[in-house]
């Protein structure tokens, strides 16, 4: 059974640096995508950002200036960081497992639909 | 970015009763179109995915359809495990994108 454990600090003073870690245990790590996604009261669901082992990362373009996303093969995690918060990034933030890829050819297509979640990570930008 | 609207923002329903939740893409996702049900506290599960195929150990009274912008939630015997929040989710184009959710609550 697939489990994602996170991590990271969950009360942030405005204009600090969200740093989320995401680790994988008992699954493939190369077979699929990883999303970090939030869930705040203003813009419910939000798909942050997405990375897969074939390619470049996928950012929202509303956050793309302050986000950077990054695996660690070595290790089966992923992580998350998110410069010069405010208020507004104040919510609950899930790493999640993509649904798999299907060959190509040449290359692979991966299915980016969410089938494995973290149990989230309630972040609070207060100052 | 595609904007999905779901309808209705809640739904009241007896036990037993038949739930149909919808959900409209601003432009075609084709068949890349999942379900999810949260309830309070808990991370959201994936229910449905590619439109139309259940997730494992989904139970056979969720299912879905449609194609390109029109899409069906329907639980055909509402158990009072179900009444919680559903959401859909496009994940054809990049930024992926979720409904606001149907609240699905106890008549």
Redesign the interface.
């Known amino acids: 059974q697939v489990q994602l454990q996170q991590w990271g600090a969950g009360l942030l003073k405005p204009s600090e640096t969200l740093s989320l870690d995401c680790a994988v245990y008992d699954g493939s790590f190369s077979g699929h995508s990883w999303t970090w996604i939030r869930q705040t009261p203003g813009k419910g669901l939000e798909c942050i950002g997405e990375i897969n082992p074939s390619g470049s990362p996928n950012y929202n373009p509303s956050l793309k200036s302050r986000l950077t996303i990054s695996l660690d093969t070595s290790k089966n995690q992923f992580s998350l960081r998110l410069s010069s918060v405010t208020a507004a990034d104040t919510g609950v933030y899930y790493c999640a497992r993509g649904g798999g890829r299907l060959p190509t050819g040449t290359s692979w297509y991966y299915l980016y639909y969410v089938n494995i979640w973290a149990i989230g990570t309630t972040v609070t930008v207060s100052s | 970015?595609i904007v999905m609207t779901q309808s209705p923002a809640t739904l009241s329903v007896s036990p037993g009763e038949r739930a149909t939740l919808s959900c409209r893409a601003s432009q075609s996702v084709s068949s890349?179109l999942?379900w999810?049900q949260q309830k309070p506290g808990?991370?959201?599960?994936?229910l449905i995915?590619?439109a139309s195929t259940r997730?494992t150990g989904i139970p056979a009274r969720f299912s879905g359809s449609g194609s390109a912008t029109e899409f069906t939630l329907t639980i055909s015997s509402l158990q009072s495990e179900d009444f919680a929040l559903y959401?859909c989710?496009q994940?054809d184009v990049?930024?992926?994108?979720?409904g606001?959710?149907t609240k699905v609550e106890i008549k």
């Open positions: 970015e890349n999942a999810y808990q991370a959201p599960r994936l995915f590619g997730a959401y989710q994940y990049w930024p992926r994108t979720f606001r959710g």
